[in-house]
């Protein structure tokens, strides 16, 4: 709410300025003269526009996603209700965590849900009340394509029966030492990394690029452990 109203607040000082010489008066005519002749008027009208953007349209993004949000959310076993969308789990075919945004991405069978959920009560609870539904019935359809020896795509990597491939290169599951998820922070942003070990190396996968990415790790989890 802040940014929102600095970003208001910005924009009506930018408005002010440039509408001033056409006689338009939202402010005092000589507060806005001396607003241009301080030391900062000329950023103001090259980088107000811009920041007012910027304010708005991320810093403020928050307000945004809380007012559109579903008023009410539901989670069962059969499915998730959101106001008066219905999503059954056995129609999700799949699941992106966004760590950065604190967010989770539904793309089902009627399109494509994502859920903010800081917006919520107990968002951890949410979050792995969502993950226990989706990831249980993905990881038994990825069990059977891989048994069928069909790939399964993951964003950059493919699975099959054989091991995992990544740039056509193949890690067999004797390469494979271990997997896990790593959060990251860089200047402030927070990410989360799924990092792989293999024939000796870490490799680190954006985990909001991996397609289903919680259903991979379960999947090399067992695999790794069985």
Same mark, same amino acid.
């Given at each position: 709410?802040?940014?929102?109203?600095?970003?208001?607040?910005?924009?009506?000082?930018?408005?002010?300025?440039?509408?001033?010489?056409?006689?338009?008066?939202?402010?005092?005519?000589?507060m806005?003269?001396?607003?241009l002749?301080?030391?900062?008027?000329?950023?103001?009208?090259?980088?107000?526009?811009?920041?007012?953007?910027?304010?708005?349209?991320w810093?403020?993004?928050?307000?945004?996603?809380?007012?559109?949000?579903?008023?009410? #959310?539901?989670?069962? $076993?059969e /499915? *998730?209700?959101?106001?008066?969308?219905?999503? @059954? !789990?056995? =129609?999700?075919?799949? &699941?992106?965590?966004?760590?950065?945004?604190?967010?989770?991405?539904?793309?089902?069978?009627?399109?494509?849900?994502?859920?903010r959920?800081?917006?919520?009560?107990?968002?951890?609870?949410?979050?792995?009340?969502?993950?226990?539904?989706?990831?249980?019935?993905?990881?038994?359809?990825?069990?059977?394509?891989?048994?069928?020896?069909?790939p399964?795509?993951?964003?950059? #990597?493919?699975?099959g $029966?054989? /091991? *995992?491939?990544?740039?056509g290169?193949?890690? @067999? !599951?004797? =390469?494979?030492?271990? &997997?896990?998820?790593?959060?990251?922070v860089?200047q402030?942003?927070?990410?989360?990394?799924?990092?792989?070990?293999?024939?000796?190396?870490?490799?680190k996968?954006?985990?909001?690029?991996?397609?289903n990415?919680?259903?991979?790790?379960?999947?090399?989890s067992?695999?790794l452990?069985?």
């Amino acid at each position: 709410m802040y940014w929102f109203l600095a970003g208001l607040a910005l924009l009506y000082v930018e408005a002010a300025a440039l509408l001033d010489p056409l006689g338009v008066p939202l402010l005092p005519h000589q507060m806005v003269q001396d607003v241009l002749r301080s030391g900062f008027g000329f950023y103001l009208l090259l980088l107000g526009i811009p920041c007012c953007i910027w304010v708005l349209g991320w810093r403020a993004r928050d307000l945004f996603a809380w007012l559109l949000a579903p008023h009410t #959310l539901t989670v069962d $076993d059969e /499915g *998730l209700r959101a106001d008066g969308t219905r999503i @059954r !789990w056995r =129609d999700v075919r799949e &699941i992106i965590e966004q760590h950065a945004n604190d967010r989770v991405i539904l793309r089902h069978s009627g399109g494509t849900l994502r859920l903010r959920l800081d917006l919520w009560s107990d968002p951890d609870v949410l979050h792995e009340a969502v993950l226990e539904q989706v990831v249980s019935r993905l990881l038994e359809r990825v069990s059977h394509q891989v048994s069928e020896g069909k790939p399964v795509r993951f964003g950059p #990597l493919v699975l099959g $029966d054989l /091991g *995992l491939i990544h740039r056509g290169k193949l890690w @067999r !599951w004797d =390469d494979i030492e271990s &997997i896990r998820l790593q959060d990251e922070v860089d200047q402030g942003y927070a990410s989360r990394d799924l990092v792989i070990v293999a024939q000796g190396k870490a490799r680190k996968f954006d985990e909001a690029k991996v397609i289903n990415a919680p259903v991979l790790l379960a999947y090399l989890s067992g695999r790794l452990a069985g």
